[in-house]
């Protein structure tokens, strides 16, 4: 079954950029989207489309794509951005929408 | 307020059924997209299952395909999940999420889940 993978965990210190990555083979194809978990709370959509942000969503997050990978940018990290980040997008028929493993991001 | 409120979960033995539903507010249900997406204790997230605007079109993942049935009354504003010979690793934080994008076209497409409810709790054990 088609994967997407990205790392589990990033380390970052309050105002440096942190940067999680998200690779599939899929993703030249399929569009990505991405969410923040806080502990205890439902997923927040915070980039769709590979790089559009929602009306809400602190400018400070970005998103990209390059080929197999796709990336969510956060510049100017703030201590209450510390979560699990979750990369979200379809298998390349389109009929299976598919999660990335999550990476936790720590603000140290 | 755009508001997915869960209910139905609960403790239920391996091999038996479950019912959840998703009730919608705040929103046109009718005009999106819905899915269920699921969480396991500690674990990351899990899309189950998707179904259209008019029930037309509808996905499964490939580890609930056959035991679970998802479905939804337009007129009540309210998305199911049916849930046969549920397992222990189906126990897990069940969220109804919808679809960002209105579409009004004949296959599921897997878009954004833009607004998510705040789970019920499904327990598999004996």
């Known amino acids: 079954s088609y994967e997407l993978t990205q790392p589990p965990s990033v380390s970052v210190s309050p105002g440096q950029t942190a940067r999680i990555t998200c690779s599939g083979d899929a993703l030249p194809k399929q569009y990505a989207y991405w969410y923040q978990q806080k502990p205890g709370q439902a997923p927040v959509l915070v980039i769709y489309k590979d790089s559009e942000r929602p009306s809400g969503i602190p400018e400070r997050f970005s998103g990209s794509s390059s080929g197999t990978t796709v990336t969510l940018t956060i510049s100017g990290v703030q201590a209450e951005d510390e979560a699990d980040y979750y990369c979200?997008?379809?298998?390349?028929?389109?009929?299976?929408?598919?999660f990335g493993g999550g990476t936790q991001l720590t603000v140290l | 307020e755009v508001q997915l409120v869960e209910s139905g979960g609960g403790l239920v033995q391996p091999g038996r059924s479950l019912r959840l539903s998703c009730a919608a507010s705040g929103f046109t249900f009718d005009d999106y997209a819905m899915h269920w997406v699921r969480q396991a204790p500690g674990k990351g997230l899990e899309w189950v299952s998707g179904?259209?605007?008019?029930?037309?079109?509808?996905g499964y993942a490939d580890s609930v395909k056959g035991r679970f049935t998802i479905s939804r009354d337009n007129a009540k504003n309210s998305l199911y999940l049916q849930m046969n010979s549920l397992r222990a690793e189906d126990t897990a934080l069940y969220y109804c999420?919808?679809?960002?994008?209105?579409?009004?076209?004949?296959?599921?497409?897997?878009?954004?889940?833009?607004?998510w409810g705040q789970g019920t709790m499904v327990t598999v054990s004996s």
């Open positions: 179904i259209s605007w008019n029930s037309g079109s509808i």
């Open positions: 979200q997008s379809a298998d390349s028929s389109g009929t299976s929408a598919v």
């Open positions: 999420a919808k679809d960002k994008f209105r579409d009004f076209g004949t296959q599921l497409v897997l878009n954004a889940f833009d607004i």
